[in-house]
């Protein structure tokens, strides 16, 4: 977003503007819906489509359509009605795996509302903690959080701008239609068969949000991502079989942990560089009566917090002490890791997340299977509330809205979103049986499936090692390392459709400066993001609807 925009924008001053009793009766219907879609859609396909752009527009229509509003009681507003959606995403990506493995396993009520409230309070504690830093001081990008900022600026100005944005965003909208809802593109990949051969998943995929993420974080975060794929795949699948070094099985397990490994070791090392030093200034907060966590609320409360939850999973969760406070610390460090990974890439693997924490749970401790499951879940929760509304804070410091209104919204829609996914996990458990865990014709919930193959540990811990020192030594010296092992762990074809977008803006920089410069290349990229994001919560709503009506 170019200055000139940025200081265009009105702002308006007050709390009371900004979080209203309509917005928040607004965001917490909105939270209710997108959360039963989102629990719906993650264990149906296995992915969940950003809310954020889909929420700031539902937001900007309702609140214009109940009379005068501004553009930061809408942003508070999609804040609360965008939280809940990745709450339902971190159960979902975990817990079903308990029911993988042991279709008999009997999980309370309680011990469910436990874990998924204290990973919903711990995300908001962190939120307010870590969004100062992450925000403002290191100055991400947060793509999705730019692109819903642009929009509402674009869209409550009007004008020719306003005519680009919606037009980039309609095409979007008609093609990602006729990809997911009529399948005309086949799923919408175009594979690479050779790359194929090697157990890679080589490919270009046709998507216009990730084409738009790669545009807005630009050429750099971008070729480390694309740099890291080659590594993972022409490197290690392709290149170690093709030299008869290791066989595919080894060559995927070693890739996977080499990509955990990084990641890992980025969140050593913003622990070690960016946390530690300033650790008086993040969470002194919670020990002082003057200053506020982060610039959002006074935290003093945060600590006492901790230890009744820690007390809390013990006892209710039946996860003993040592792992209640390994989970609890683990937190901290994967809300660190999440932050800056959404922050850098637009990409959020929170059930990743929640694996490297459950595997350090059960080195420490004699946690039980079940148990581990309820580890990686709260880890999973608070990281998906945290990555999803770091976006939200970012259109919020873009916007100049107030962070304590977008906290409480945070808080409003985390705490609905926790209580209806425990409903909504529950009635699938109920209507369908366990065993439609882990079926591909019913709910095959990859990511979950994923987290009961890794309660056993790390598949190749070589490789996981040196994955981990790699990092903490290059992002101590400013390496991005994180979207590095971002693109040794993902498919190719999701890292090659991003690098597609940020060869693009680096086309544009060295081609057509003051077309980038005036913003009209941020405004297209907004609308191509936004159009294949609102299409995906639709259609991610119609589905749940859908599965429904069959129970």
């Known amino acids: 977003m170019s200055e000139e925009q940025q200081k265009s924008v009105k702002y308006a001053g007050s709390f009371r503007e900004q979080f209203t009793v309509r917005g928040m009766v607004i965001g917490a219907i909105g939270a209710i819906i997108l959360t039963m879609s989102s629990m719906f859609v993650a264990l149906k396909l296995g992915a969940l489509p950003w809310p954020i752009m889909f929420v700031a527009l539902v937001s900007m229509f309702a609140l214009k359509a109940m009379g005068s509003t501004n553009i930061n009681e809408i942003n508070v507003t999609h804040t609360a009605m965008s939280a809940g959606a990745m ?3 971190g159960l979902a990506f975990t817990l079903p795996g308990i029911w993988m493995l042991n279709p008999d396993a009997a999980v309370s009520s309680v011990s469910l509302l436990v874990i998924t409230l204290g990973g919903v309070i711990l995300g908001l504690i962190f939120t307010a903690l870590i969004r100062k830093y992450f925000v403002v001081t290191k100055e991400l990008p947060y793509p999705m959080g730019q692109a819903a900022a642009e929009t509402l600026i674009v869209g409550d100005e009007g004008g020719k701008k306003a005519g680009t944005l919606f037009s980039s965003l309609g ?10 809802w009529f399948g005309m593109f086949s799923g919408g990949v175009v594979w ?21 993420v790669g545009f807005i974080i630009g050429p750099v975060f971008i070729g480390v991502w694309f740099l890291g794929a080659i590594i993972g795949d022409f490197g290690i699948l392709i290149g170690g079989q093709a030299a008869g070094i290791w066989d595919a099985t080894t060559a995927a397990n070693i890739k996977a942990s080499l990509g955990i490994g990084l990641m890992v070791g ?3 090392g913003i622990i070690v560089k ?9 969470f002194g907060p919670m020990f002082s009566k003057d200053n506020l966590g982060g ?16 007390f809390l999973f013990t006892i209710l969760a039946d996860m003993g002490i040592v792992a209640s406070i390994i989970t609890i610390i683990g937190v901290w460090v994967a809300t660190s890791m999440s932050a800056q990974c959404v922050g850098q890439s637009g990409i959020n693997p929170m059930e990743i997340f929640g694996i490297i924490v459950l595997i350090a ?6 946690i039980g299977q079940t148990e581990a499951f309820f580890v990686a879940a709260i880890v999973a929760v608070a990281c998906g509330l945290v990555g999803d509304v770091l976006n939200d804070f970012k259109a919020g410091h873009v916007l100049k809205s107030d962070p304590k209104a977008q906290w409480f919204g945070e808080c409003i829609g985390g705490i609905i979103g926790g209580f209806v996914s425990v409903i909504v996990l529950f009635v699938i458990l109920k209507a369908y049986g366990p065993e439609a865990f882990g079926n591909p014709d019913m709910f095959p919930a990859p990511q979950a499936g994923a987290v009961a193959a890794m309660v056993g540990g790390i598949s190749h811990m070589p490789a996981f090692l040196i994955g981990l020192v790699v990092a903490v030594v290059l992002y101590i010296v ?17 890292s090659a459709t991003a690098f597609i977008g940020g060869a693009l803006r680096f086309i544009v920089m060295k081609a057509a400066p003051e077309y980038e410069g005036r913003g009209t290349g941020q405004i297209i990229a907004a609308g191509l993001l936004g159009g294949e994001a609102v299409v995906g919560v639709i259609i991610a709503l119609i589905q749940a609807v859908q599965i429904m009506q069959t129970m």
């Open 87 to 89: 709450v339902a995403g």
């Open 192 to 212: 690479f068969q050779r790359m194929m051969g090697y157990g890679s998943l080589g490919g270009v995929w046709l998507s216009p949000m990730l084409f738009a």
């Open 295 to 310: 610039g959002v609320i006074s935290l003093r409360w945060a600590p006492i917090v901790m230890v009744i939850l820690a």
């Open 361 to 366: 749970a059960k080195a420490a401790s004699s």
């Open 171 to 180: 095409i979007a909208a008609v093609f990602t239609v006729l990809r997911d």
């Open 266 to 268: 980025t969140g050593i």
């Open 274 to 282: 960016g946390i530690l030093p300033k650790a008086k200034e993040i």
């Open 478 to 494: 400013n390496f991005p390392v994180m979207t590095l092992g971002l693109g040794v762990y993902l498919p190719f074809y999701l």
